[in-house]
């Protein structure tokens, strides 16, 4: 995670766990991010649940931590972060970048 500039969204596991990305068609079709969302459910499910993973194996949360890793997502798909707590109580709608985090960048 880039932290040299400020963060709009905090990095944590409670906004990770409110974050739609894992639902989001733009990542339906993308084995990257599916087989990252399966270990990362594996981690939580585990007894290190109170741990923070790092944010290169979270597929989601990505208004926090800047652009996907994964290279195989579909941006011709709908953005779903309107839908998410997240977006709704950071006012990311009013932001630049305002959606589509995992393309352009975290929400600054
Ligand atoms: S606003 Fe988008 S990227 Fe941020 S937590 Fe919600 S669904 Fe994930
Ligand atoms: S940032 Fe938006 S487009 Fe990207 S995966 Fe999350 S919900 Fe989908």
Known sequence: MD???STKVPYTLANIKK???PKCPVQ???KCAMDKLDNLVKGLESSREREIP???NVPGIYCSTGKAT???LNPEQQCICYTCAVW???NLGEGVPSMY???NGKAT
């Open 3 to 5: 932290t040299s500039e």
């Open 19 to 21: 974050c739609m990305c």
């Open 28 to 30: 339906a079709d993308s």
């Open 54 to 56: 790092e944010p290169q």
């Open 70 to 72: 994964c290279q195989d």
């Open 88 to 90: 709704k109580e950071y």
């Open 101 to 103: 985090f995992c393309q």
